[in-house]
């Protein structure tokens, strides 16, 4: 019998192990969909979050503007994710191809895979985040002591928040020491600890910063605020280098399906959040509140732009508050097929970084 080398054992294992956690039988497509099949469709499975900062993936999935665009020549697989990780080791382990998802996994994915592994190619949304306390609480100084939660230890508004208060002259430690407790804890926990008092605040995205507001909190730091023009990635639109290589075609038109997309949200906001909280409702069994989109929409930037620079100081924030090392960025970003489509429809071009 012929012995498989170790390495392509191990590729098995992971493959094997990842596919049954996360993606369960959409994994059975294995490596087959990174070829083109001579006689049938070859097939996209596309990762997204299903929350308010992933809106352009959500909506691209409900109203079925991906398959438009994708045509019937690929055969569109969709699979969701409540955290950046998980949708990081199924593009790792070969059972995901693209994925909408947060900066900080897209620079740990970046670095882990030595730059080989992942493109950016394409922006989808900005802003939607901020430090919500509770209403006696009007400046940093005063957060000395407190506790405040963040979504998870060295994620995006985790290192927000550590760099702000960093910044104000207030330390912090990764276990929940210092002048100020970080307190890592789910979204939807987070509602509830911070209206029982175990908590004094937390830095989060929406629809979660709204909802701690209809609890009794205050926006003490609307996150756009300390960005150049307000604006700051929240959600890109990654692909497998892999997948970019072998069907660059289907990268193309899942970028059209991403511009398509963001322009139905930014012209249709009230059929686009009907949408968002139809699709979540199907996802999770319940639906997310219109008015709560509606009133987290207007915190929010939906825009093909990736913001590159907000990345790299996002890179250089968890860096100087000691969260990761220095990453050499160069390569991640490939805007040939967005900027190819952005022309075509006479639109402003984004800059390659």
Known sequence: MRRLPFRRLVSLATLAVVGAATLGTTAACGDDTDKADATGPVTLRLGYFPNITHAPAVVGVEKKIFEEKLGSGVKLETKTFNAGPAAIEAVFSGALDATYIGPNPTVNAFSKSKGEAVRVVSGAASGGVALVVKPGIT???QL????IATPQLGNT??????????????????EGGGDVKVVPQENPQTVETF???AIDGAWVPEPFVSRLVNAGGKVLVDERDLWPDRKFVITNLLVSTKFLKAHPDVVKKLVEGQVAANEFVNTKPDEAQQAIS???SKITGK???????????PTLEFTNDP???????G???AVAVGLTQPVDLNGLYDLKYLNEVLKAQGKPEVSQP
Not at 144 to 147: A, D, H, L, V
Not at 157 to 174: F, I, N, P, S
Not at 307 to 313: E, W
């Open 195 to 197: 209206t029982s008092g």
């Open 315 to 317: 890179l250089d924030h």
């Open 157 to 174: 508004q985790d290192v927000a928040l550590r760099y702000w208060l960093k910044e104000k002259g207030l330390q912090t430690t990764k």
């Open 139 to 141: 400046s940093a100084e």
């Open 287 to 297: 639906p997310l509140d219109v008015k709560l989109i509606k009133q987290a929409w």
């Open 307 to 313: 913001i590159a620079s907000s990345l790299k100081a």
């Open 278 to 280: 139809d699709h979540i």
């Open 144 to 147: 000395r002591g407190k506790k």
